[in-house]
Structure formats: C-alpha cells, structure tokens
C-alpha cells in the first residue's frame, strides 16, 4: 500500500526542467515579435521547452543552445527545435502523461488477502 502510495504522489509531483529548457525558452520570448520569426513556430517551441525532456533531448538543446550563441541565428534556433517537436512525435505527449480516467483511485479496504501459505 506504501508502494502504492508513493507512485501515485510520484505521479502528482511536478517534474523539474533543466535549466537549458528554461534558457532557451526564454531566449525564444524574447524574438517571438521579431519580423523573421514565425510567432506561431516560436510559441510551439516555447511549449515544448516548458515540459520535462529526455536526455537526449538536453543534450540536442545544449548544443543548440551552444551554436545559437556564436551565431546569434534565432530564427534556424527555432527551426531546429519544430523539427525535435516533429520527431518527438504526438505519441511521446500520450505515453508520458496518463489520463485521469485510467488512475485506479486504491484504498486499504480494496485489499484482501488471497494466499498466505504456500505447500509444496
């Protein structure tokens, strides 16, 4: 039941972001109104960068991050991260978030115990 319990809190907790994400997302606020930037790109970028990633996906980010800075190119920044969001893919957002509708809400009256013995 402990177990139990600790997965469900585990579930509930907010997951951190690596600091990366959270430059680059900001970064990304900053030219959201700049004339090369397609606004809509850019604020599908900054959602993708507001949940946890894995990290593989830190890494492709820093080193994003690490050419966008000597280069200063936002607009290939933002191009690069739409084409880590289209192989992200729709299926990795359904995987990592389970639906409500599909938590077992588990009580200690829903336990009973079934075999307490075993005879070989």
Do not use: W
Request: charged share 30%; aromatic share 6%; hydrophobic share 35%.
């Amino acid at each position: 039941m402990k177990s139990f319990d600790r997965q469900q809190a585990l579930e509930k907790a907010p997951r951190t972001l690596d600091p990366i994400q959270q430059t680059i997302a900001t970064t990304i606020q900053t030219y959201i109104n700049h004339p090369d930037i397609d606004r809509g790109s850019a604020i599908a970028a900054i959602k993708f960068l507001n949940e946890p990633r894995l990290a593989v996906q830190i890494k492709e980010l820093r080193e994003l991050y690490k050419t966008f800075t000597k280069d200063g190119e936002a607009k290939q920044l933002i191009d690069k991260i739409s084409h880590m969001i289209e192989k992200a893919g729709v299926k990795e957002r359904q995987e990592t978030t389970p639906s409500t509708s599909s938590r077992i809400n588990l009580q200690r009256e829903d336990l009973y115990l079934i075999c307490f013995d075993f005879v070989s």
